[in-house]
């Protein structure tokens, strides 16, 4: 059962989910004034190392065909 807790697709469900987070996060931080530039960059900046973590564990799990 300790297994499933550090599963790599358990750990993509919890990327996926933060990354998902973090969008509606930037959109309302977008919207509103008092959300200052550099937060919302480190947010930004945030989201696409998620992006790019996400992609890897992707691979990893389901590796592309070779050609």
Known sequence: MEQ??????RRLIELRIEHADLD???????ADPAIDDLALRRLKKRRLA???????????L????PA
């Open 4 to 9: 499933n807790l550090h599963s790599p697709q």
């Open 24 to 30: 509606s996060l930037i959109d309302h931080g977008a």
């Open 50 to 60: 998620l992006r790019d973590e996400i992609a890897r564990l992707e691979d990893q």
């Open 62 to 65: 389901d590796p592309p065909e």
